[in-house]
């Protein structure tokens, strides 16, 4: 089980290092997308890492997931702007609330160790 978390921190470490020293600029157009399937991507991980410690991690579960997760902000985004309406801000609060509740339930799982 901790393998598996140890792995996912040290994929998450490098990939940071690797998008802090990869000189990419997004366009501003973008900047909204980007954001949202980063949110997406934290939720899809800290979910992992949650279900990983009360061992009930499945990987078809995670992977369809996080597919689904991206896909679904995206869209909101797409739909969003074709509109003239932030639809991204209902993605960016439900990520962001299952993103602090993921953290809390890990870190309790931790402290009670």
Do not use: C
Not at 45 to 58: M, N, P, W, Y
Not at 81 to 90: F, K, M, P, S
């Amino acid at each position: 089980m901790w393998v598996g978390i140890v792995l996912a921190l040290v994929g998450v470490g490098i990939g940071v290092l690797i998008g802090l020293n990869v000189p990419l600029v997004l366009p501003k157009a973008y900047a909204v997308y980007t954001s949202v399937a980063v949110l997406a991507a934290m939720d899809s991980v800290l979910g992992g890492i949650r279900t990983a410690i009360e061992d009930k991690f499945d990987h078809i579960i995670f992977t369809t997931g996080f597919f689904t997760n991206a896909m679904l902000a995206a869209g909101l985004v797409f739909v969003g702007e074709r509109l003239g309406i932030d639809l991204y801000l209902a993605a960016v609060v439900a990520f962001g609330v299952r993103l602090f509740q993921n953290v809390s339930l890990i870190r309790r799982h931790l402290l009670k160790k």
